[in-house]
């Protein structure tokens, strides 16, 4: 069992960056795969980006060369660092593990 807290969601203007952070407990050891997708108003959740185990990377095409998945193992924290926001990229966004386990998702709203 895994359990995962997302935090870092604000309110950013267009341009700006914010960090996403995903603290992760339990059976850490289980997991070969952390991903970020996120959920816009009206819309189906969607890939943003993920990290194998192996330390391989893949972000969705709307986000890539702006965001960066990371991990600290020391902390056991995720983080999704997101710049050059756009509008469009307002969402719920939620971390998970392996795929099968998520949190309950921190909210980000690009506005002027």
């Known amino acids: 069992q895994v359990q995962l807290v997302e935090s870092g969601g604000d309110l950013v203007q267009p341009g700006g960056s914010l960090r996403l952070s995903c603290a992760v407990s339990?059976?850490?050891?289980?997991?070969?795969?952390m991903a970020w997708y996120r959920q816009a108003p009206g819309k189906d959740r969607e890939f943003v980006a993920s990290r194998t185990s192996g330390g391989t990377t893949y972000y969705a095409d709307s986000v890539k060369d702006r965001f960066t998945i990371s991990r600290d193992n020391a902390k056991n924290t995720v983080y999704l660092q997101m710049n050059s926001l756009k509008p469009e990229d307002t969402a719920v966004y939620y971390c998970?593990?392996?795929?099968?386990?998520w949190g309950q998702g921190t909210q980000v709203i690009v506005s002027s």
């Open positions: 998970s593990a392996n795929l099968d386990s």
């Open positions: 339990g059976s850490i050891f289980s997991i070969y795969l």
